[in-house]
């Protein structure tokens, strides 16, 4: 099992381009989360799935936008980037929501400028 | 809200004991622990959940005081694979009585094992 993978592992954007972060797993787990991690800091829940065609806003989502079509894949789009989208973003996985952990994929690093 | 974790940073020297807290300010249903080393993925150590129940390394130790929405990871006898920065993740209770939305991480705590 690969488990959770995450493509491109380094982007550099310029303000206002737009671009997808794609997530894939594996593992069969419906659902899947979102986070990005800024320097120094925790992560913060940026949108969530329970399943293919179901997804929620969590902490931060203005600026991005998901999509679920099949129980695999998970895409992040960001539309008109802006500098504070720096960040590194984490996809995940879980068998479950509640008390299940969860599988973290190796991040993009994304760099607006 | 985000889960409080304390101290910001600890600096030990190997064999020695540290002890991590987390405190929330919300009814929790689970409160998840995560590892992570410079430029890589939060790797998964411990779930305490509401009621007892707690999966994880055998390894690692941890405790969770429901009434007083506090958790705490002991790190015992350290190695230096230890160290790197640790994440307590925090489930609050849904209407449902489980966790319904994901995980709210704390600030991290930053571990520095020393030879």
Redesign the interface.
Known sequence: NAGVTQTPKFRILKIGQSMTLQCTQDMNHNYMYWYRQDPGMGLKLIYYSVGAGITDKGEVPNGYNVSRSTTEDFPLRLELAAPSQTSVYFCASSYSVSGYEQYFGPGTRLTVT | Q?PVQSPQAVILREGEDAVINCSSSKAL??V?WYRQKHG?????LM?L?KGG?Q?GHEKISASFNEKKQQSSLYLTASQLSYSGTY?C?T?RVWHSG???????????THLIIQP
């Not at chain 2, 890589?40 to 998964?44: I, L, M, N, R, S």
């Not at chain 2, 489980?98 to 991290?108: C, H, P, Q, S, V």
């Open positions: 985000q249903y689970s998840h890589e993925a939060p790797v998964f779930i959940l129940e999966k994440f993740g489930e489980g966790g319904a939305d994901g995980l709210t991480f704390g600030k991290g």
